[in-house]
């Protein structure tokens, strides 16, 4: 079944625009590159390697062409890709809470990769991403063209992990419970896919209140239409323990802010200061409460 899903699913390379940019991904050049993973994920020429102008404006060219690029920042080759979401806030947050040596991790809705390099660097045995985007697979091709890692990317959903090859010590989850419409079914989702003893780290956004509760917004929220519910920290708390994960911890919370979320020119259309009241931003453009987000790992 998944080899059938992952076939389908690399159709979306062989038409139109992505079939172009996936021609000229795989037409680069192999460059020997170094690579830094620090707030930016930097990609430069090693020293003996000769970078024309040319192959850089060819890169710049694909860069653009692969807008709207959500997650970063990266600069490849001198062309800085100024993502919507400067995600160097969240990994920071969560990277004290870190211990990925030797593990076997996966991240779900990975987008194009930026926190699996930076995984990487913090010595995981294997990294698999999950994300049935066609574009940010092509962003993450992109990218590994010069970096080389042994990241597996899968263009497959959360809810093929119960069925994958091999379970994993750790799973990130980061930003994607909201938009699923069976919250604990998708938490079920990942417990089963743990190895024993396994984590599983989750950033999601929350509500403020000590009922067990949980905000469902009506047509959308923040202008996105598939954001599903929203809760409180307790009722958060009771969706893991009905998914039967035996610990819960509460990591940290925060708000987001614009220098986390904005417009650059690096994507199309708009970003957080879009999405918030303009003469309230506690609030959402619908009157909801405006995001935060509560980081929290579960264990089995």
């Given amino acids: ?39 930016i994920v930097r990609i430069i020429g090693a020293k003996d390697e000769k970078i024309s102008d040319e192959i850089r404006k060819k890169v710049r060219q694909i860069a653009l062409d692969l807008r709207p690029w959500r997650k970063g920042p990266f600069e490849i080759l001198g062309t800085f890709i100024d993502s919507e979401w400067q995600s160097f806030m969240k990994f920071n947050l969560l990277a004290p809470h870190l211990n990925l040596d030797g ?26 991403g999950f994300d049935p985007s066609v574009r940010t697979y092509l962003q993450f091709l992109f990218l590994n063209k010069f970096i080389k890692s042994d990241i597996v990317y899968e263009l497959l959903g959360v809810e093929t992990l119960g069925e994958y090859e091999h379970k994993f010590d750790t799973i990130f989850c980061l930003g994607v419970l909201y938009h699923r419409s069976d919250p604990i079914k998708t ?8 190895n024993r003893g396994g984590e599983a780290l989750i950033d999601t956004m929350f509500i403020d209140g000590n009922d067990d509760v949980a905000l469902c917004p009506k047509n959308s929220y923040s202008k ?19 998914a039967k994960f035996r610990e819960f911890e509460l990591l940290c919370t925060a708000p987001t802010l614009a ?8 994507i199309y259309g708009e970003s957080l200061g879009d999405f918030l009241d303009p003469n309230n931003p506690n609030l959402t453009i619908e009157g909801y409460p405006a995001p935060k987000r509560a980081y929290v790992r579960v264990k089995i």
Avoid: H
């Avoid at 220098?259 to 690096?266: C, G, I, L, N, V």
């Fill in 1 to 39: 079944m998944l080899e059938n899903l992952r076939k389908n699913a690399l159709l979306g390379l062989n038409f139109g625009e992505n079939a172009r940019i996936f021609s000229e991904i795989c037409a680069l050049d192999d460059l020997a590159c170094e690579c830094e993973f620090g707030d």
């Fill in 103 to 128: 593990k076997i991790v996966a991240d779900v809705g990975c987008n194009n990769g930026y926190y699996m390099f930076k995984f990487g660097a913090m010595g995981a045995k294997k990294l698999v």
């Fill in 187 to 194: 938490l079920k989702t990942l417990k089963s896919a743990l």
């Fill in 224 to 242: 996105i239409s598939n954001i599903y519910f929203i809760p409180t920290i307790s009722a958060l708390q009771n969706w893991c323990e009905r």
């Fill in 259 to 266: 220098k986390e979320q904005r417009k650059t020119e690096w």
